[in-house]
């Protein structure tokens, strides 16, 4: 699996992601940083007054922690999950595709009501 390339604005923390691109500014999802418009421009920073901010203003950003939408339970590439056999340096895209939540993964009543708790319920956390 390839890596995401996500990009975060140096002056508001923005992340650009492909994954989900701006569908509502006409940047459809899977939409690489280097294909966006020439006259892109930062949708925070231009919508806050802090003026146009264009790609210029963006870096790459590799996220270290993930966070569960669901309980709120945090993966930290740093900790890792010894215990579970991931050990510390593991990177959230290297967990298996079968990973689930150690908090509420594991709980029956919530996977019936959410059904498996998998890496698609978790999103990455910027760290500033």
């Not at 508001?12 to 939409?31: D, F, Q």
């Amino acid at each position: 699996m390839e890596k995401v390339k996500r990009y975060r604005c140096k002056y508001c923390n923005y992340i650009y992601s492909p994954l989900r691109g701006e569908p509502h500014r006409g940047i459809p999802a899977g939409t690489a940083f280097e294909d966006l418009p020439l006259d892109y421009i930062c949708p925070v920073c231009g919508a806050t007054g802090k003026g146009p901010i264009g790609a210029w203003g963006f870096e790459p950003w590799e996220p270290t922690r993930y966070a569960c939408k669901i309980c709120g339970y945090v993966y930290d590439k740093k900790r890792g999950e010894p215990l579970r056999g991931y050990p510390k340096g593991t990177a959230f895209e290297d967990l298996p595709e079968d990973y689930t939540c150690p908090v509420c993964g594991l709980d029956p009543k919530i996977t019936s009501f959410y059904g498996p708790v998998g890496k698609a319920q978790f999103e990455p956390i910027l760290d500033v």
